[in-house]
RNA sequence: GCCCCCGUAGCUCAGUGGAUAGAGCAUCGGACUUCUAAUCCGCAGGUCGCAGGUUCGAAUCCUGCCGGGGGCGCCA
């Protein structure tokens, strides 16, 4: 029995006590789903609920009398075993062994399913994130962003949403601007202009751009006037600085739905569009030259330019006709990940948001991630992109590899920032946890090939009632849990929580390894105990696959 | 000055109002002639930053303060 299975049939306990009147209370007044928890001692059962104290007030009951009164009903179910009154009004519930072990077998015939749910469907989301400027090479803090974001793409498809991952291609405006001149200036052999970038890369690029039209029987873009040099310099290595990005993304196991240019919201005048819409939605006035959003209508701390003096659009009329982009592709859900240096940006775009007529925190949801610092000998790094002392994603997968890399970034809260140490990464140690869960992963191959060796065949027998250690009771337990901690990271858009729900199956499976034997011993017959523990065996390694392909970590046979 | 994040074991961090606050690492002591010891078992380690408040119940929610980090342009 599944703990879904179990919170099922407490519902149906709720319904019929509000039907027969033992529990007074509309039926509307009943969760949609009730709750179903691992309690933390072993002592409270094997599952247990508070039901019966939210529900205490409403009904006008003592907790511990309305518990005792479910208590009853709840005992009659099949597969419980037994049903206790605690504390204050807990309902602690021991299972049937041979109910709780069924799960073995639910989960392996569900195979990659277990853990995919509906809880999302219907929803359409547009998720970006990463959007890194192709100013230079993705750095560390655009790479947390891709480990967060995939993951949290996969958890969401998992709950039935509809996902498209989304890059925000920043190729329009000074900062291009300063990147093509900091080309042709190398390319002149002369140093990088002071507002411009550094770095190796530069050189590479300017050398790759020179070496492009060369071979393409194009003239020497040094030998145009400076216009025209910077503008041969920007095209073409814009285009060289992207792909390199994107191939150092898709490298780490994350490929985008859209690659959006910012350029062609100008280009095809969709910022007009968006600004003309918030104009006759009265939001929009002048001042001092320049054109306004009243974002303070919205609860924005002050309003914003859109338009300034000068003509030029300023850079959030390009969010603004990003935004409505999206939402006339059809997302009735926009997601966006940004780092803590923009936080800044919520009060202004929530505020945009709710000036389109639509509903801030529903339509258009930011996530603020924490920075990742960079730690070398115990001292912070200082990291510059004029100087080119940057840590880039080829830097940090090349020392620790992808999967470290993206279980180390994916671990952790967003809204904690993380310290990652060079040296540590670089010796490549075993201090990371993704080999405790790909070690777990690993150990269920080789104990099912062995199984198999030796004839252990789970077609052949099950008989969950053998699964009586305790042991085994919390590994069943983890693996229950998987598909309500895979939902819970969707929906609250927190992918660290699977991964640390893998490291406690992980744990769990080690010590059940420790504790009981699938394979038999030397001439020893094959019974259904060992084909029964295979069950369990192999459902372990189905949720460490299904989760770590969640991570897009691989889940490997052997190490 | 205002805004955001953080403060939990020696270290790194889990814990979206529930029971005796957990894990990994580090230290110390144990367990491999039979499924992988990248593992497991045990010991030890805590004013959940401080002070109030909300309630049957607070690490969790609210207010104030302290400490650390980040941010507050007609830049992008």
């Known amino acids: ?67 005792e009164a479910l208590a009853a009903r709840l005992g009659e179910v099949p597969g419980v075993a037994k049903v206790d009154v605690a504390g204050p009004g807990f309902l602690n519930i021991t299972l049937d062994t041979a109910a709780a072990g069924g799960l073995a077998r639910t989960v392996v015939e569900a195979g990659e399913r277990y853990g995919r749910s509906e809880a999302l469907a219907g929803q359409r989301i547009n998720l970006e994130f990463v959007s890194a400027n192709p100013t230079g090479p993705l750095h560390i803090g ?11 793409a996969r958890m969401l498809e998992a709950s039935g949403a509809d996902v498209a991952r989304e890059y925000y291609f920043n190729d329009h405006g000074a900062q291009i601007d300063r990147f093509a001149r900091s080309l042709l200036a190398r390319a002149k052999g002369e140093d990088a202009p002071e507002d411009g970038y550094g770095g190796q890369y530069i050189a ?42 994107k191939q150092a993304l898709h490298d780490f196991r994350v490929d985008f739905d859209v690659y959006f240019h910012e350029d062609s919201l100008h280009r095809s005048g969709a910022v007009e569009k968006a600004i003309a819409r918030l104009r006759e939605l009265g939001h929009v006035f002048e001042a001092d030259g320049a054109i306004w959003l009243r974002t303070t209508d919205f609860g924005d701390d002050r309003d914003r330019v859109i338009v300034r ?47 389109f007529g639509d509903t801030p925190g529903v339509n258009l949801e ?27 994603i080829d830097d940090l997968v090349g020392a620790v590899g992808v999967d470290a890399a993206r279980y180390a970034l994916a671990r952790s809260s967003a ?37 198999g060796d030796l004839g252990v065949r789970r077609e052949d027998g099950f008989d969950p009632s053998v699964l009586d250690h305790v042991s085994e009771s919390t590994l069943l337990a983890k693996i229950g849990e998987f598909p309500r901690v895979v939902a819970q990271a969707a929906e609250l858009r927190e992918p660290h929580r699977v991964a640390r729900h893998l490291e406690e199956v992980a744990g769990a499976y080690h010590k059940w390894y420790d504790q009981r034997r699938v394979t038999p011993f030397g001439d020893e017959d ?33 190490m």
């Open 366 to 392: 930011i996530l603020i991630g924490q920075l990742v610092n960079l730690v070398r000998d115990g001292e912070p790094l200082r990291m510059s992109k004029r100087a080119g002392t940057i840590v880039t």
């Open 204 to 245: 590479d690029i300017a050398a790759q751009v020179l070496a492009d039209a060369a071979a393409a029987g194009e003239p020497d873009p040094l030998s145009l006037p400076d216009d025209g040099a910077q503008e041969a310099f920007r095209a073409r290595g814009v285009e060289l600085m992207f792909a390199e990005i």
């Open 1 to 67: 029995m599944t703990p879904a299975e179990l919170s099922e049939a407490l519902r149906a306990v709720l319904t019929s006590a509000v039907e027969d009147g033992t529990l007074p209370v509309p039926a509307d007044a009943l969760p949609a789903t009730v709750t179903v928890e691992r309690p933390r001692s072993r002592e409270h059962g094997d599952w247990a609920t508070n039901v019966a104290m939210q529900l205490a007030k409403k009904a006008g009951m003592p907790p511990r009398a309305l518990a």
């Open 415 to 451: 809204d904690q920032s993380i310290d990652l140490d060079l040296d540590l990464l670089s010796r490549s140690t075993n201090e990371n946890p993704v080999f405790y869960v790909q070690y777990a992963h690993a150990r269920t191959a080789n104990v099912a090939r062995n199984a």
């Open 526 to 558: 094959v019974t259904d105990t060992h084909r029964t523990r295979l069950w369990l065996n192999d459902a372990t390694r189905q949720v460490l696959a299904n989760g770590l392909g969640l991570l897009g970590v691989t889940a490997p046979e052997r």
């Open 309 to 355: 003096s000068d003509g030029m659009p300023a850079y959030i009329a390009g969010d603004l006709a990003y935004y409505l982009d999206k939402r006339e592709r059809g997302f009735d859900r926009v997601v966006i990940m940004l780092g803590a240096d923009h936080h800044g940006y919520i009060g202004r775009m929530m505020a945009m948001c709710a000036a």
């Open 142 to 152: 655009g790479v947390r962003w891709a480990a967060v974001g995939d993951s949290l």
